[in-house]
């Protein structure tokens, strides 16, 4: 299966992108539908979540508590660590085996992180999407109704533009309106499926 990785900072457009190529057919699995897959209810991991914090971390229906999980290891660099030693092969292997059992010309993993960790590894072609500064913050903030100084935090704490374009085998110019991304798509998806048939 040929993999193609697709990677963006917040609001670039990834999920714009991807709900387009899933409109092609193409198979995409995003790190992180899998990363909340991996703590779903009666998925081994949770059971050994609760194990080591406490039956607290769960809700009444069942569920990891999220908020209650993200403030233990804000301030508990051992707990992070602790599971992230969990998750991360967990998360990589279901990652994987989805990439593995797609059916499509070509598969996609969607990440924000694809490039910051070894997912990178898993995938053939590097696909950055980008968009300004600018554009980024302002779509984010509508689209999530969230503080300017919510998000430029979270930008700050994700690698830098220009940083991430070097790494990109293929960018996606998302800076003008959906249609102009929609036609970079639809030559893209002729590309990849190209590509994806001599490699086979
Ligand atoms: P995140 O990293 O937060 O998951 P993302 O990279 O998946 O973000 P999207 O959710 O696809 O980004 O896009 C952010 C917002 O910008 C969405 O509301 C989307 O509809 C909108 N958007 C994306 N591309 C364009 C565009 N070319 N023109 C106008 N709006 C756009």
Redesign the pocket.
């Known amino acids: 299966m040929y993999i193609v990785g697709i990677t ?10 991807t709900d387009h190529l899933q409109e092609f057919g193409i198979t995409v699995v995003d790190a992180d539908v899998v990363a909340r897959e991996v703590v779903a209810k009666g998925e081994p991991a949770l059971d050994k979540i609760s194990e080591h914090f406490g039956s607290h971390i769960i809700t009444e229906s069942g569920d990891l508590d999220r908020t209650a999980l993200r403030k233990i290891i804000f301030s508990d660099k051992t707990a992070k660590t602790w599971l992230e030693q969990l998750l991360h092969p967990i998360i990589r292997q279901s990652i994987k085996q989805q990439l593995h059992d797609a059916a499509s010309g070509y598969a996609v993993l969607s990440s ?1 992180l694809l490039l910051e960790t070894d997912q990178h590894e898993l995938v053939e072609t590097v696909i950055v ?1 980008d968009a300004s500064e600018e554009l980024q913050l302002a ?2 903030v ?2 999530d109704n969230s503080s300017e100084e919510q998000i430029k935090a979270i930008m700050a704490a994700q690698l830098p533009r220009q940083e991430r374009l070097k790494k990109a085998d293929i960018i996606i110019d ?1 800076n ?3 249609e ?2 929609e036609n970079q798509l639809i030559k893209l998806h002729t590309k990849l499926s190209k590509t994806a048939e001599e490699s086979k």
């Open positions: 963006g900072g917040i609001g670039s457009g990834k999920n714009a992108v924000p999407v779509r984010t509508k689209r998302n003008a309106d959906l102009s991304l």
